[in-house]
């Protein structure tokens, strides 16, 4: 069974640019969560999609946005990058109602 | 305001002992606790679970403890072997929270041989 599938896993923009992040969910898994990990702040909750609708949203400005498409699949995406968005992004998946997230291997972002 | 906290940000332990890693909360609406492990370039992977109304969980050399009154659980891996070298990150959850775990900052273990 395939896991949580993210791309590109590395990438670097410069500042003001955009960026788009995809995630492909576990067959079967129609929740989808994403998560910001920096040094400083840790893993922090952006947002959560279940069918193609955002549930729920942390507490990030409106310059992070995402979307879930009918076969669960997901996108992220990040307007007029800064510096401080420089982190790793983390896609997670789940059944409905489930308490145990898992997890792709992330997506590097690097802002120049 | 952080309120999942792991205070020690690293930990080293000789093989065959026992880790000892631990996390505390503020929140007492958490119901739901989880450990992953994380390995340099990998996502998290999931490892260990609670729910609240146990104090005890234990899967092979893992076992994870809660104590609601003192809102504080610890995971417990014995023996430690050096492929458990990773940073754990506790986390929690409130049913219903649609995704939402709060994670600890984590604690990066090193088991020496």
């Known amino acids: 069974k395939a896991g949580v599938t993210q791309t590109p896993r590395y990438l670097i923009k410069t500042r003001g640019q955009q960026v788009t992040l995809s995630c492909s969910p576990i067959?079967?898994?129609?929740?989808v969560s994403w998560y910001q990990q920096t040094p400083g702040q840790g893993l922090q909750f952006l947002f959560e999609y279940f069918s193609e609708t955002q549930r729920n949203k942390g507490n990030f400005p409106g310059r992070f946005s995402g979307r879930q498409f009918s076969n669960s699949r997901s996108e992220m995406n990040v307007s007029t990058l800064e510096l401080g968005d420089s982190a790793l992004y983390l896609c997670?998946?789940?059944?409905?109602?489930?308490?145990?997230?898992?997890f792709g291997a992330g997506s590097r972002l690097t802002v120049l | 305001d952080q309120q999942v906290k792991q205070n020690s940000p690293s930990l080293s332990v000789q093989e065959g002992r026992i880790s000892i890693l631990n996390c505390d909360y503020t929140n007492s609406m958490f119901d739901y606790f989880l450990w992953y492990k994380k390995y340099p370039a990998e996502g998290p992977t999931f490892l260990i679970s609670?729910?609240?109304?146990?104090d005890k969980n234990e899967d092979g050399r893992f076992t994870v403890f809660l104590n609601k009154s003192a809102k504080h659980l610890s995971l417990h891996i014995v023996p430690s072997q050096p492929g458990d070298s990773a940073v754990y990150f506790c986390?929690?959850?409130?049913?219903?929270?649609?995704?939402?775990?709060?994670f600890g900052k984590g604690t990066k273990l090193s088991v020496k041989p």
């Open positions: 986390a929690a959850s409130v049913q219903g929270s649609q995704g939402n775990l709060i």
């Open positions: 997670a998946s789940s059944l409905l109602g489930a308490n145990v997230l898992t």
């Open positions: 067959s079967g898994h129609r929740s």
């Open positions: 609670i729910s609240s109304i146990k």
